[in-house]
């Protein structure tokens, strides 16, 4: 069984930068997806962006150019970057992990972590 732990977010004013972190534990096979989904109130859960190992990231147009997910394989750990955050980034973060049969929205999902841009 696989396990996410996320870390970071919290509270920066527009135009701030932060990092989210997400680490996956248990018995994991290397061909997996892992990557970073948002959700309001109300609304659903929307792709942020995602990240085969081994590949490059796939963004959500709202967020190409100001967040950049990265990987650690030997840590089995991806990272949000984001920088120039509007309030309209205000939104609960969840990390997911998949495998490549699964689909978008699919899999497994951390706790969640707010992230609050307000000035």
């Known amino acids: 069984q696989v396990q996410l732990v996320e870390s970071g977010g919290g509270l920066v004013q527009p135009g701030g930068s932060l990092r989210l972190s997400c680490a996956a534990s248990?018995?994991?096979?290397?061909?997996?997806?892992m990557g970073w989904y948002r959700q309001a109130p109300g609304k659903q859960r929307e792709l942020v962006a995602d990240?085969?190992?081994?590949?490059?990231?796939n963004y959500a147009n709202s967020v190409k150019g100001r967040f950049t997910i990265s990987r650690d394989n030997t840590k089995n750990t991806v990272y949000l970057q984001m920088n120039s955050l509007k309030p309209d980034d205000t939104d609960v973060y969840y990390c997911?992990?998949?495998?490549?049969?699964?689909?978008?929205?699919?899999?497994?999902w951390g706790q969640g972590t707010q992230v609050t841009v307000s000035s």
């Open positions: 248990g018995r994991i096979f290397s061909a997996n997806i």
């Open positions: 990240m085969i190992s081994g590949g490059s990231g």
């Open positions: 997911n992990f998949r495998y490549g049969i699964m689909n978008r929205g699919e899999g497994l």
